[in-house]
Nanobody, 124 residues
Framework: QVQLVESGGGLVQAGGSLRLSCAASGRTFSPYAMGWFRRAPGKEREFVAAISWNGGRTYYPDSVKGRFTISRDNAKNTVYLQMNSLKHEDTAVYYC?????????????????WGQGTQVTVSS
């Protein structure tokens, strides 16, 4: 398994932007598909974005499509989540996750490693 550490969360006004980073260590990063998920207070963890092992494919739910962009730099063992036009309902703890088999997935059950999360708060 890889170890994952998220950073970049914080407090931002609605309409603003944040970029989250997730640094991986422990094993070779490139074969892993990566995902971002979030959990808002009182809600289940939900899928936010995913990227294939080489960055060639990405996927987003409709709730963030056009506002969020996932990317990765395999040389730096890091995956990013650029979040623009943030809304109050984007407030949540954001987690990155790694999937060893390489194909991207939207399911929390198909990811092998998780970070501890970073808080994003969007004020309205």
């Amino acid at each position: 398994q890889v170890q994952l550490v998220e950073s970049g969360g914080g407090l931002v006004q609605a309409g603003g932007s944040l970029r989250l980073s997730c640094a991986a260590s422990g094993r070779t990063f490139s074969p892993y598909a990566m995902g971002w998920f979030r959990r808002a207070p009182g809600k289940e963890r939900e899928f936010v974005a995913a990227i294939s092992w080489n960055g060639g494919r990405t996927y987003y739910p409709d709730s963030v499509k056009g506002r969020f962009t996932i990317s990765r730099d395999n040389a730096k063992n890091t995956v990013y989540l650029q979040m623009n036009s943030l809304k109050h309902e984007d407030t949540a703890v954001y987690y990155c996750a790694a999937r060893r088999l390489g194909a991207l997935s939207t399911s929390i059950y198909e990811y092998d490693s998780w970070g501890q999360g970073t808080q994003v708060t969007v004020s309205s």
